[in-house]
């Protein structure tokens, strides 16, 4: 595996693990361009002011929001990652125009990402989850 495929790795380890502990200005640095593109949703997050807010909206209801790699694999310009995403219901939920209360339930679900580099670079240019997007309210018991 060349250099670069293995900074490249490394920055998608680091950047994971830095959402969990919120560090978003070391987040916010892995990116070449801040862009996160969430596949079941479609919402598209695109540029730093918005990668924050998106950081903030999905961490008041999950404050602990983690995840687990299961698998990480290089290829061209994209690292793959399959990680169990982790997480209590321990803020308010804005879901369809409601607010539902904390629950004090725990999830945990399994996802996939795709990370696009710049090429001959180790930046992200755009983060892809891949998820079902009822999967967390299921685990919660709330459908």
Not at 42 to 50: K, R, S, Y
Not at 99 to 122: H, L
């Amino acid at each position: 595996m060349s250099d670069l495929a293995e900074r490249r790795l490394q920055v998608v380890r680091d950047h994971m693990a830095l959402e969990i502990t919120h560090d978003w200005d070391a987040v916010i640095a892995t990116f070449d361009h801040p862009r996160y593109e969430m596949y079941g949703s479609g919402a598209v997050f695109d540029g730093e002011e918005a990668v924050r807010r998106y950081f903030a909206a999905s961490r008041t209801p999950f404050p602990d929001q983690g995840n687990e790699i299961i698998a990480i694999s290089h290829s061209d310009n994209t690292v793959l990652v399959e990680f169990w995403l982790t997480g209590t219901h321990l803020g308010p939920l804005a879901l369809g125009g409601k607010t539902i209360a904390p629950t004090g339930r725990k999830f945990r679900v399994r996802m996939a990402a795709s990370f696009e580099f710049k090429p001959e670079s180790d930046r992200i240019l755009c983060e892809r989850p891949y998820f079902d997007q009822g999967a967390v309210l299921r685990a919660l018991d709330l459908t």
